[in-house]
């Protein structure tokens, strides 16, 4: 079975400050996608960033970014110069392709509050 | 476009009543998902849809029943609902194998 785990359940962090957070995920597939989504309070899910198992570069969207170790079956998101506007939940999430599950599997999540 | 659209918003349920949530998307997306939010779990998958006329099921499927009649909409219905089943819903669509993309999501409450 395929599976997310988020190990922090809440993080905090100064303003202007760099913080990471943790996922590792299980699966036997080759071929998948990882993501990180975040929920601010106004619920809507909003994708953050993107990574393609097969790509040996990290993926970076501005001031996000991921450190993805394949073989360790990890995948963190380092949020540099904090902002809060960042002060949300944030979810990692799987999905594999080209084969039967076409899911995507989240972990429990990460609420990340940035502090003034 | 709209992208993913969920109505209702809001709903106030008494146990054993029974209700349709309908999610609709208008970027010709081949899979649809239905997925709940519940404190400190996550998002958990309910069904699933990857075309028309195919439905699937996903970790929690229990009281719950999934129509794909057309592409573009996918409908979640409780036939019964309990309050187990008060939770956020959401909908979401991916063209294959990709990003999901999301809906505002319903809050549903059963009394």
């Known amino acids: 079975a395929q599976t997310v785990t988020q190990s922090q359940p809440e993080m905090s962090v100064q303003e202007a400050e760099t913080v990471t957070l943790s996922c590792t995920y299980d699966?036997?597939?080759?071929?998948?996608?990882l993501f990180w989504y975040k929920q601010p309070p106004s619920r809507q899910m909003i994708l953050v960033i993107r990574?393609?198992?097969?790509?040996?570069q990290n993926a970076t969207e501005n001031r996000f970014s991921v450190n993805f170790q394949k073989a360790a079956k990890s995948f963190s998101l380092k949020i540099s110069d904090s902002q809060l506007g960042d002060t949300a939940m944030y979810f990692c999430?799987?999905?594999?392709?080209?084969?039967?599950?076409?899911?995507?599997?989240f972990g429990t999540g990460t609420l990340l509050a940035v502090q003034p | 476009n709209a992208g993913v659209t969920q109505t209702p918003k809001f709903r106030v349920l008494k146990t054993g009543q029974s209700m349709t949530l309908l999610c609709a998307q208008d970027?010709?997306?081949?899979?649809m998902y239905w997925y709940r939010q519940d404190p400190g779990m996550g998002l958990r998958l309910i069904h699933y849809?990857?075309?028309?006329?195919?439905?699937a099921k996903g970790e929690v499927p229990d009281g719950y029943n999934v129509s794909r009649l057309k592409k573009q909409n996918f409908l979640l219905g409780l036939e019964s609902a309990a309050p187990s089943q008060t939770s956020v819903y959401f909908c979401?669509?991916?063209?294959?194998?990709?990003?999901?993309?999301f809906g505002p999501g319903t809050r549903l409450t059963v009394l």
């Open positions: 979401a669509s991916t063209p294959r194998w990709s990003t999901l993309f």
């Open positions: 699966t036997s597939e080759s071929n998948y996608y």
């Open positions: 990574q393609e198992a097969y790509k040996q």
């Open positions: 999430a799987f999905i594999s392709y080209g084969g039967a599950t076409n899911k995507l599997i």
């Open positions: 970027m010709n997306h081949e899979y």
């Open positions: 849809s990857v075309g028309e006329g195919t439905t």
